[in-house]
């Protein structure tokens, strides 16, 4: 998948170079971001630089699975402009990539790092302090999985609670990725209104 160029030209981040999704061919889990940084257009590969570091660590640490068992993409493959949060009509038009690579790794597990990814996953205008950590039931795209919305790495390094906040969130991933973990059904989350709204 990494040589390949995007021909979605009614896309607004049409014209970035693609940071295409890597890992596993049969992940343990997948990972979801919501688009490539500063260092992953640079390099090309998912959740590289600090973050990415920050990642790997997270998940050997606390979920106790390698990196090399899971498979890490984006909800949107291009870069945004000023590394801001890509927009409901980029998120669309690459949605066909993310449904053709769930579809192909069919994972059973799946965590969504942040709240762009967590909202758009869930259908639901919700915040992050609400549903980190919990694990929610999916009807996905070629099957059932197991929805776990993470805190972003990058969010641990605010302060020692924010910290404990995104390692509770692994560890709860490594759980139900052990079957420690029961899920819950995502229709039994009420919207935040305030943001339903926006
Ligand atoms: S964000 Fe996705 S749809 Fe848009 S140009 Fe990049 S790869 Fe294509």
Redesign the pocket.
């Known amino acids: 998948m990494k040589s390949r160029t995007?021909?979605?030209e009614s896309?607004?981040?049409?014209?970035?170079r693609?940071v295409w999704g890597a890992g596993s061919s049969s992940p343990i889990c997948m990972l979801i971001g919501e688009?490539p940084g500063p260092d992953e257009d640079t390099y090309g590969t998912p959740f590289c630089g600090k973050s990415g570091q920050e990642l790997t660590m997270y998940l050997k640490q606390f979920t106790k699975v390698s990196r090399e068992r899971c498979y890490i993409t984006n909800l949107?493959?291009?870069r945004p402009p000023n590394n801001r949060d890509?927009h409901v009509d980029?998120i669309a038009?690459?949605e066909?990539?993310l449904t053709i690579e769930i579809a192909e790794k069919n994972p059973s597990v799946i965590g969504t790092v942040g709240r762009v990814a967590t909202q758009w996953l869930l259908e639901i205008k919700v915040t992050m302090e609400r549903v980190h950590g919990i694990p929610f039931r999916w009807d996905g795209v070629i099957g059932k999985s197991i929805i776990v919305p993470l805190y972003h790495p990058a969010y641990g390094l605010h302060s020692p609670r924010q910290m404990r906040d995104v390692i509770e969130d692994f560890t709860a991933l490594g759980r139900v990725i052990r079957g420690q973990l029961k899920p819950r059904a995502n229709n039994d989350i009420e919207p935040d209104y305030k943001l339903e709204e926006e």
């Open positions: 995007c021909n979605m896309c607004p981040l049409h014209g970035g693609p688009a949107v493959k291009c890509p980029e038009a690459c066909d990539y």
